[in-house]
């Protein structure tokens, strides 16, 4: 397990130093083939509990030391097996001996500070944990700018809004309408003693996480794995039998899925990143759906639009994902405020160019899975005043708030806005 614990603070140390977690969690894995599931899962587990509480660990280590530490690397290594310490259910015992025979590995000299580090949190434990979250910082586990943000725009529901973000992640389904109904699918859960709940839109979430070989007709295309604030795409395009329909920015392919589960569409799938293109085929093929995939940019539709106007487009556009920080903790530090206006400059870019590709009286959904209004409203507002020919429609909708979805225990954030153009 001391290795496990060794190249958990690895990741952990490298995110904090601007790498993407996943990418780092899959060559760990690959390195590592011959992992048992616990192991794969053990790692898992520390790389992204570590993150997601980063905040407050740190706070608590700093309490903990005289000065900073020179070795980064033990110092990511006491982050993880604080983490260990604080939330998981390990023995105490256990992490120490592992995070020191880790230590080793690191630093020939270091087994001894880790040992009195930790030990001295073991008895120290609450004393540490109530000092840390005197602080922003360490009560919410985000940056102080991140925070200072979600309390600026969501004074009433800022707490929640932080606190659900550092939560694990329901897993929900969408159901393959073609196939089934919600209702019917749940009622097949139910029998094999797969417990779930009815979710707006029309999502089913699952009590306890499972691998999708464990849900009945994966395979053969019954049923998909997509959150319930993600599904309310399709519905709020109202995209109708025979339209074309442009998806823009449409990897990994969910919402290009649903809209062709949803109705008898012409649909064309658009997106930059040609292996991303790769994840929407092979989502299409196991749910036996057909679509147009280009690989292109949105903002550059003279590259590769045919000329032919686009009933409803879907623009999922690129952005902070500060609505999806519990599936991806690493985006907590690895933003930076600036990062806001540099999306909202990129999105404001598709939106002028996806503009002219939608028919007179068609409808363009805007969406990001951001919570904050600089990527969201403030954007569809400056397009709205420079074009005369957009009209945005109220959308009133269960949890919507003005087209914004706040992430709780049902679905992520996610914002949506829809326009149409003057016919």
Known sequence: MHIVQQLAANIVGQVLAGRNMNQLLSEALRKHAAFSPQERGALQDLSYGTL??????ARILEGLLNKPLQDSRLRDLLLVALYQLQYSKAASHAVVDHAVRASKKINAAGGGLVNAVLRNFLRRQMELVERATQTDE????YPQWWVAAVQAQ??????AILDAGNQHPPMTLRVNRRRTTSSQYQAQLAALGIEARAVVPDALCL???LGVEK???FFDGDVSVQDAGAQYAATLLDAREGMRVLDACAAPGGKSAHLL?????????LDKDEQRLERVRENLQRLQLQATLLCGDAALPEDWWDGKVFDRILADVPCSASGVVRRH???KWLRRPSDIESFAAQQEQILQALWPLLARGGKLLYATCSVFARENQQVVSAFLARHKDA???IISVHDLDNGQLVPNDRHDGFFYALLQKNA
Not at 52 to 57: E, S
Not at 138 to 141: E, K
Not at 154 to 159: D, F, R
């Open 391 to 393: 009209k945005q429609i």
């Open 215 to 217: 849900l009945p007709g």
């Open 154 to 159: 969501y004074p009433e529901q800022a707490g």
């Open 261 to 269: 589960e949803s109705a008898d569409i012409e649909l064309v799938a």
């Open 329 to 331: 903790p690493d985006i």
């Open 52 to 57: 997601r509480y980063y905040g407050q660990l």
């Open 138 to 141: 360490g009560r919410y586990s």
């Open 207 to 209: 009590q306890t996480p």
